[in-house]
């Protein structure tokens, strides 16, 4: 049972356009969220967060929006450049469990 | 400031056989985790550390799986035995509080291929 799901394995994006990446949750509980982008040969590295109180959060290049209703949260990248090809983790957590429940990812390319 | 270093980096095995992984989190961090990422997945939870208590352990396969955290700073994950299953990237993290809202670093992570 995929709590978090991000149903697009892959996105190509064009340099300087803005890269959309969706995350779907199931569990109504979860009042945490947070993205993690993670190259190759490398372990994740946090990228943003969202608490539930919220339905927006930016920094710099980075919003992420979410839909409670919906239990939808969208990653904006504007504008998009070569070091952001990845693959971009989603990621939730409920109250006082600290576990991190996490999509599968999604491959983002950024093509010159 | 150095990030969280894990070891070895890669590790091929037959089945049956034991492994282990070590992983020493940044200078400060009083949590530890150690997670399994299986391929097209993303982590799980293996274990949680707080100093060098295991608060949450409910997902490691305690049958095969064991892990110990001395002192409270690195910690060590072991596998025996390795089954064809375990094959995965085993990844270490740590965080200064157990929070959810503290941020997890990440090691580069342990690529475990059984045979």
Not at chain 2, 32 to 60: C, F, K, T
């Amino acid at each position: 049972d995929q709590q978090v799901k991000q149903n697009s394995p892959s996105l190509s994006v064009q340099e300087g356009r803005i890269s959309i990446l969706n995350c779907d949750y199931t569990n109504s509980m979860f009042d945490y969220f947070l993205w993690y982008k993670k190259y190759p040969a490398e372990g994740p590295t946090f990228l943003i967060s969202i608490s539930s109180i919220k339905d927006k959060n930016e920094d710099g290049r980075f919003t992420v929006f979410l839909n409670k209703s919906a239990k939808h949260l969208s990653l904006h990248i504007v504008p998009s450049q070569p070091g952001d090809s990845a693959v971009y983790f989603c990621a939730a957590s409920a109250g006082s469990n600290y576990q991190l429940i996490w999509g599968a990812g999604t491959k983002l390319i950024i093509k010159p | 400031e150095a990030g969280v270093v894990q070891s070895p980096r890669y590790k091929i095995i037959e089945k049956k056989q034991p492994v282990a992984f070590w992983c020493n989190p940044i200078s400060g961090h009083n949590t530890l985790y150690w997670y399994r990422q299986n391929l097209g997945q993303g982590p799980e939870l293996l274990i949680r550390y707080e100093n060098e208590e295991a608060v949450d352990d409910s997902q490691l396969p305690k049958d095969r799986f064991s892990a110990e955290r001395l002192k409270g700073v690195d910690s060590t994950l072991k596998i025996q035995p390795a089954e064809l299953g375990d094959s995965a990237v085993y990844l270490c993290a740590s965080s200064f509080l157990a929070g959810p809202t503290d941020t997890q670093y990440f090691g580069p992570g342990t690529r475990l291929t059984v045979l």
